[in-house]
């Protein structure tokens, strides 16, 4: 399968430099038994910790309330609905490389989620911090943003 490095790239606002690093942020397990190559699962740690850090830091700075009430916040911004959520607005699904055993319309909300964390975690390691908080701001931390509206 062809991955279109030049969409993905158009639709999450960052350029790659190492883009067989993208091309593994959207290579579900499935797909790398089926072809060989590595998975985005080690992304999807990583890219969970970063999430988790950056909304900290977000909150911390930007919100008002006692521990609990951040805390609360938190678990509501990196959970798996906002995640899903910026994958489906950004049209990254279609680019997911799954195996031929794993049907696209009815994959769990974990396996997109998932993508997002693996794509935070390369645009770490490609780009830095100050790429990563970027996505993460324009993405799950607007919506909050927009929500809480």
């Given at each position: ?44 740690f990583?890219?969970?910790a ?24 938190r ?13 489906k ?23 997109f ?11 770490y ?22 929500d809480?509206?």
């Amino acid at each position: 399968m062809i991955f279109d490095i030049e969409g993905v790239q158009s639709k999450i606002g960052y350029a790659f430099r190492d883009v067989m690093l993208l091309r593994k942020c959207f290579t579900h397990s499935s797909y790398a038994y089926e072809h060989g190559g590595d998975d985005n699962e080690l992304l999807e740690f990583f890219g969970d910790a970063i999430i988790e850090f950056v909304t900290t830091e977000y909150l911390f700075k930007n919100a008002s309330g006692d521990e609990g009430k951040l805390t609360e916040e938190r678990k509501e911004l990196v959970s798996k609905e906002p995640l899903l959520r910026s994958v489906k607005k950004l049209g990254l699904t279609d680019y997911v490389l799954l195996g031929k055993g794993i049907d696209r319309t009815h994959t769990e909300e974990k396996l997109f989620s998932s993508v997002y964390e693996s794509l935070v975690a390369g645009i770490y390691i490609d780009g830095g911090l100050k790429e990563a908080k970027r996505f993460i701001a324009d993405t799950i931390i607007k919506d909050y943003e927009a929500d809480k509206k």
